[in-house]
């Protein structure tokens, strides 16, 4: 099919609320402003859904902020709020939150009718009708979420055509089918979505699916394939339980298996996601396709020879799509591509003899399963060369002092080729007094130090004190998505986050030296 003549499929994202009902998390209004901002404009969705009607007052303040804005931007018709049909409470809550769309849930299933809200079907319907009116008199627009219609679609569907029956004149935007509770299977999803626009054909319905046997991405494609016109998302799956579609998972499929596109911008997903997961501190695990950290990287040696003699392990997911890089895993299962990938990154050469040195410990540690990144790699050739040069700041000495009275305090002597800086500074912890003085001790070096966007802490099971520790640190831009990360093992916490930190110091300064090369 021609790209002119592709059907576009809208993406509705609810990250902002239905993702917020994963457990333990609860944004602050600034949050939600901006994760509202960064999908509309920067990642391109077509729809997000920001808050749920008469929950809390930070959820109305929330909701406030971001019409605010939205109405400034000229996107408010692109802001949806859910309500329910309880007559004008709804509508007006939404209206004072300065909202113009309404997603009015409705029970889609005869069960959740008569158990849960205790009425008949008739009593049901009349309150959905008397709801749209209300809301269409306070001109606000209505979408229609059918919720448990999966179940209601098998169940009673003479309960779900009775619902649609009654709607056809009420102007209501789009129905969404909800699969509440993620029970269905794609070949499921194709014959009940197919009956709904076929039946009712003059209707737009969106697919609002959830991920409990992991069928969400197939669900949605299939929902697609049936006639659905909109997707419904979240950012890294986030939603109750098992969660919600997740947008990138989606995007991304929608674009290499239909003949449909969307407007998503791909080269944003991962920065979008990093900051949902600042945000919400539920990170994403590291397999997660197209976002997981692992997912862009080789870890075979053979892989990385396959490339290295013609890509020959590419695939549609191209690493560069996404805005990020391919990596070239360090570890027992290495061969001499692998290295030599990474080498090249680094800009630095190596003789063979050296090369198989290099090598050889890497193997070593991945076989005492030390976690070997590409990170690792100058101080590992420093260490089996005994190179220092490569090594060129070091921390030399650092104090800290906490105490119950007073602010932490740290004083920071920094060497970087041959000339050594002390600075001291205080902070709102140990580690942070450490990172102020050490800011201003590097500065005196030239170095500028990237912004810390991710600190993890993982300590072996079992409680012992003497234990080591990992301290993992993120450092870049999250919101452009440059970053990178680095690791300390040490017995101590803080050790453990200082030795992570010389190393990060260590590859901007190579990498400043590098650029300075290639860009006299």
């Known amino acids: 099919m021609n790209q002119n003549n592709e059907k576009l499929i809208s993406i509705m994202d609810t990250t902002l609320r239905d993702g917020e009902q994963t457990p333990g998390i609860a944004y602050t209004s600034s949050e939600k402003l901006h994760m509202a901002r ?20 930070g959820e109305l303040e ?17 802001v949806e709020m859910l309500g329910f049909c309880d007559g004008q409470r709804s509508v007006d809550w939404i209206k004072r939150a300065g909202g113009g769309v309404l997603n009015l849930l409705a029970k889609g299933s005869e069960q959740h009718c008569r158990q849960q809200l205790g009425v008949s079907p008739e009593e049901h319907i009349q309150r959905i009708i008397e709801t749209v009116r209300y809301a269409h008199e306070q001109e606000v627009c ?13 169940d009673s569907f003479g309960y779900v055509s009775a619902i649609m029956n009654a709607v056809q004149d009420l ?16 070949d499921e999803v194709l014959r009940l979505v197919s009956v709904m626009t076929v039946t009712w054909s003059d209707t737009t319905f969106d697919f609002h699916g959830h991920n409990d046997y992991g069928f969400a991405t197939a669900n949605s494609i299939a929902a697609i394939q049936s006639g659905a016109r909109g997707i419904h998302t979240s950012v890294n799956g986030l ?68 490339d290295a003699k013609g890509d020959l392990y590419e695939t549609r997911l191209a690493p560069s799509r996404f805005g990020r890089e391919r990596r070239y895993a360090l570890g027992k299962l290495s061969g001499k591509a692998s290295l030599d ?16 040195k290099v090598l050889g410990r890497i193997i070593e540690l991945g076989d005492k399963k030390h976690n070997v990144v590409p990170e690792d790699l100058l101080m590992i050739i ?19 002092n906490v105490a119950s009275d007073r602010p932490p305090t740290a004083t920071v002597t920094v060497s970087f080729k041959g000339h050594s800086a002390v600075a001291t500074g205080t902070g709102d912890g140990g580690y942070d007094a450490f990172m102020t003085a050490l800011k201003e001790a590097v500065t005196q070096h030239g170095i ?32 452009e998505g440059g970053t990178f990360s680095t690791v300390g093992v040490d017995s101590d916490q803080t050790s453990a986050a200082i030795i992570a930190t010389e190393k990060m110091l260590n590859i901007v300064a190579h990498e400043e030296a590098r650029t300075k090369r290639v860009n006299p």
């Open 38 to 57: 960064m999908l509309l404009t920067d990642v391109g969705v077509d729809r997000v859904e920001v808050a749920s009607a008469r929950v809390s007052q």
């Open 62 to 78: 929330a909701a406030v902020r971001v019409t605010d804005w939205a109405s400034e931007a000229g996107l408010i018709d692109r």
């Open 142 to 154: 209505v979408n229609l979420y059918l919720e448990d219609w999966s179940n209601g679609a098998r």
């Open 171 to 186: 102007d209501i935007g789009r129905i969404l089918l909800a699969d509440t509770l993620g029970v269905l299977s794609p």
């Open 239 to 306: 939603g109750e339980r098992a969660g919600n579609t997740s947008l990138a998972e989606i995007v991304t499929a929608i674009a290499d298996h239909t003949s449909c596109k969307t407007k998503v911008n791909e080269r944003r997903l991962a920065a979008i996601s990093s900051l949902v997961e600042t945000f919400s501190g539920k990170n994403i695990a590291e397999n997660t396709p197209i976002l997981g950290n692992d997912v862009f990287t080789q870890t075979a040696g053979i892989h990385a020879d396959g």
């Open 341 to 356: 990938h990474n080498l090249e990154k680094l800009g630095i050469n190596l003789s063979e003899a050296n090369r198989d």
């Open 382 to 400: 420093a260490d089996v060369l005994k190179t220092p040069t490569e090594h060129v700041v070091k921390i030399d000495q650092y104090v800290i």
């Open 448 to 479: 500028k130090v990237p912004q810390l966007a991710d600190y993890r802490v993982r300590i072996p099971p079992g409680g012992r004190t003497e234990a080591l520790v990992e301290t993992l640190i993120r450092w870049g831009d999250v919101e």
